[in-house]
């Protein structure tokens, strides 16, 4: 396009910076800033939205709040890139900042906005937080919102949330597909409940509904919190079954879930036939020993 003489406008310079964003290449979308500059767009509500969104993905967060803060016109897309790279980067109190300054200056926040707050909320230290973003959910009209509601069943179950508070969340879902269930299983999962998560589990399959890596991961940490080897082995033989037996998160849940029921030979075998591994692998290893030296004690 440049080599042939035809001026870029604000609209094909923000599609590069999408492209930039889903490569995560930084080096091309810094490349992109400055034709940005260099052509009178810098002040461009779209092209700056977009370096904003381009540099939270690329893992540069203070290069995105740099661009924000130079902007003279901002949107509610603006905001919510600017939320959603601080949540991505993790570094929710910043995020959360963030939310509080579009209040004060009246600007609504949507559902994407909330989405990605409450997806930066992963330990008790944010409970309080994941509460206070709940209430104004509620007080915006996004509680049944189908996204916002696993996500903040995720949020609760992460944050350490209560059983009671879990399951109130769980009503609220609607539409019961993939991500819902994952969800729910999840939720069951984190809070140390096990057999409402392998319950959720089997109700999913009787749904018809297709299980991914994500279901895999949840309900072998499920059976091995309840110490379910039988039905831990049926998932092993599903996981085979549905082509995910090669995938490293689903084999290091396998190999912790085998050394939790005290299948240490079967942990082991899985461990071994790993292609490779990394330090959740090596410390699901550890647990077995851990799980054997404990069933000698008893």
Known sequence: MLRVGIAPTPFSVSAVLVGCSLLKAKRLGTQAHGLSLKAGFCYNVVVGTGLVDMYSKCCSVDDSRRVFDQMLDKN?????SMVTGYAQNQQPDEA???VKDMLH?????????YNSLLSSFSSPNYLDHCKQIHCRVIQDG???NAYIVVTLAIAYSECGGSLEEFRKICLSVTKWDQISWNAVIAGFSNLGYGEESLKCFFEMRLAGVDVD???FT???KAAGIISALEEGKQVHALVFKSGHAANLYVQNGLVSMYARCGAIDDSKRVFISMDRHDVIS???????????C????W
């Open 76 to 80: 509610i897309l603006s905001w919510s």
């Open 96 to 98: 959360m900042v963030f």
């Open 105 to 113: 200056w009246d600007l609504k926040p949507n559902y994407v906005t």
């Open 142 to 144: 996004l509680e049944s």
């Open 213 to 215: 890596l994500f279901t």
């Open 218 to 220: 949840s309900i072998l």
């Open 282 to 292: 090596w410390k699901a290893l550890e647990s077995s020993s851990f799980w054997l």
């Open 294 to 297: 404990s069933s000698w004690v």
